[in-house]
């Protein structure tokens, strides 16, 4: 990859930092768990919207709260001098309001009593700050070549789909319009899923971790290519092995039997590596990149065997799982943690837990299930949605030619009542007619495909 490294400017000047006031004593927590009991309840009620907190309600299972609803709960006990402050790991093993008192009542029991407030000290400077270099110019470069690059796409594929529209509805029945839909269709799906891919070897060549600088050239192509690869259609695939397959070919080392549900395509691919029968879940994210101060930093993220991220999940760069480790919803890892193998973490950020990730047990199944099913997904895909979407226009235009009429130019169109009672009509049918339907579809599919799942097995 070749990209520009980030420059580190001269330490800026620095204000004096403000002291307080050294007459103005630290307020004295509660040393009794009942005092500190009450205070928790009420803090925790107005966070949770509830009317009050029993003592003995569990913070997850009673109250519905997960690790980021708990984490707003940790920092406004951090903001309060009449507390003592409390962690995520505390939360966790002690997920009652009882409990939690408990606990810090110990803690501010065995605690030494408060030293006198020292004498006002100015504060040192803090440590330089990397800027991204470049100035104004770079700044209006950047944005410049993004605009042309947008500008370019869309030019593309409109006039892309304006010739293949024109073929389509030039078509001599609904059997030719068809078979051309899906010609198009194929051809416009392959183009569109291969730019990506070849887009990024070309742009960047293998994924390293390194710096870029903010509206760079080296930015440019990172931005270029993120975006294109987070617009492939094959992330609609997402959950199949089509989808593990379109990450292997952006670079990501990725074992037998990998599942990952989660739609947000990770950026710096090479950088991924996923043991063999993990599963990743709907929208965790883990780019294996992050924008801190003015840079884009690319780092690896590495999970191992058997492990499984759960929903809603964010992997820093720099952090790994080993095998047979799980890490449970809403969580994150921040920069540089490791969850060790066999281990279940849980919080923002993780740390461990008793509780257990819960996780589908393998079920075994013939070589040919994958395949097949990313064959009938790829072949649905194409020989119904997308004919649909690129020639159903035109098989309607085809089929109903007093529609086409409507989309005809000229003067009159537009000054005849006429035309606004037959588009008005139209639209009516076609908005009140679709109500039922979809309410139809939505209540008999699930219940037809429904009779055809056995409990207890893929």
Same mark, same amino acid.
């Given at each position: 990859?070749?990209?520009?490294?980030?420059?580190?400017?001269?330490?800026?000047?620095?204000?004096?930092?403000?002291?307080?006031?050294?007459?103005?004593?630290?307020?004295t927590p509660p040393r009794d768990a009942d005092s500190i009991e009450r205070i928790l309840a009420e803090v925790l009620a107005d966070v949770v919207q509830a009317a009050d907190v029993a003592a003995d309600s569990d913070f997850f299972a009673d109250l519905g709260a997960?690790?980021?609803?708990? #984490?707003?709960?940790?920092?406004?006990? +951090?903001?309060?001098?009449?507390?003592?402050? /409390?962690?995520?790991? $505390?939360?966790? @093993?002690?997920?009652?309001?009882?409990?939690?008192?408990?606990?810090?009542?110990?803690?501010?029991?065995?605690?030494?009593?408060?030293?006198?407030?020292p004498a006002p000290t100015t504060a040192p400077s803090p440590p330089a700050v990397r800027e991204p270099g470049g100035g104004s110019a770079h700044y209006v470069l950047c944005g410049l070549l993004q605009l042309l690059s947008f500008l370019g796409y869309s030019l593309v594929v409109a006039f892309v789909a304006t010739q293949g529209y024109d073929w389509v509805s030039g078509a001599s029945g609904?059997?030719?319009?068809?078979?051309?839909?899906?010609?198009?269709?194929?051809?416009?799906?392959?183009?569109?899923?291969?730019?990506?891919?070849? #887009?990024?070897?070309?742009?960047?060549? +293998?994924?390293?971790?390194?710096?870029?600088? /903010?509206?760079?050239? $080296?930015?440019? @192509?990172?931005?270029?290519?993120?975006s294109l690869v987070r617009a492939d259609?094959?992330?609609?695939?997402?959950?199949?092995?089509?989808?593990?397959?379109?990450?292997?070919?952006?670079?990501?080392?990725?074992?037998?039997?990998?599942?990952?549900?989660?739609?947000?395509?990770?950026?710096?691919?090479?950088?991924?590596?996923?043991?063999?029968?993990?599963?990743?879940?709907?929208?965790?994210?883990?780019?294996?990149?992050?924008?801190?101060?003015?840079?884009?930093?690319?780092?690896?993220?590495?999970?191992?065997?058997d492990t499984t991220v759960s929903a809603a999940t964010v992997l820093d760069i720099g952090t790994s799982l080993g095998d047979g480790a799980r890490l449970g919803r809403a969580s994150s890892l921040h920069r540089g943690q490791s969850v060790p193998a066999g281990e279940h973490w849980h919080?923002?950020?993780?740390?461990?837990?008793?509780?257990?990730?819960?996780?589908?047990?393998?079920?075994p199944f013939g070589p040919l299930?994958?395949?097949?099913?990313?064959?009938?997904?790829?072949?649905?895909?194409?020989?119904?949605?997308?004919?649909?979407?690129?020639?159903?226009v035109g098989i309607l235009l085809a089929q109903a030619p007093q529609l086409a009429a409507f989309a005809r130019p000229g003067p009159t169109v537009l000054t005849t009542w006429v035309f606004y009672a037959e588009a008005f009509a139209a639209s009516a049918v076609l908005f009140?007619?679709?109500?039922?339907?979809g309410l139809l579809l939505v209540t008999l599919v699930p219940r037809l495909l429904g009779r055809t799942l056995t409990p207890g097995r893929a």
């Open positions: 990859m070749v990209a520009e490294q980030a420059d580190t400017l001269a330490p800026h000047r620095t204000q004096p930092a403000h002291t307080e006031d050294p007459r103005a004593a630290p307020a997960d690790s980021l609803v708990m #984490a707003r709960f940790c920092a406004r006990i +951090r903001k309060r001098a009449d507390l003592p402050p /409390v962690s995520m790991k $505390g939360v966790y @093993r002690h997920p009652t309001v009882g409990a939690l008192a408990a606990s810090l009542a110990t803690t501010v029991s065995e605690a030494p009593l408060p030293a006198p407030a609904a059997l030719d319009a068809y078979l051309r839909a899906v010609l198009f269709g194929v051809a416009a799906f392959f183009c569109l899923s291969a730019l990506p891919i070849l #887009a990024k070897w070309t742009l960047i060549g +293998r994924w390293k971790p390194i710096h870029i600088r /903010v509206w760079s050239l $080296g930015y440019v @192509r990172f931005w270029l290519v993120k259609p094959l992330v609609l695939f997402a959950g199949s092995p089509l989808y593990t397959g379109y990450l292997r070919l952006l670079g990501a080392r990725i074992g037998r039997g990998v599942t990952v549900f989660s739609r947000s395509v990770p950026v710096c691919t090479d950088l991924l590596t996923i043991g063999a029968g993990s599963v990743v879940r709907k929208d965790a994210s883990f780019s294996c990149y992050r924008a801190h101060d003015g840079v884009i930093q690319t780092g690896p993220v590495t999970l191992g065997k919080g923002s950020p993780a740390q461990r837990a008793d509780a257990d990730v819960p996780r589908v047990d393998p079920v299930r994958r395949p097949l099913h990313s064959l009938l997904q790829l072949l649905t895909a194409l020989l119904l949605y997308i004919p649909l979407a690129v020639g159903g009140l007619g679709a109500i039922p339907l």
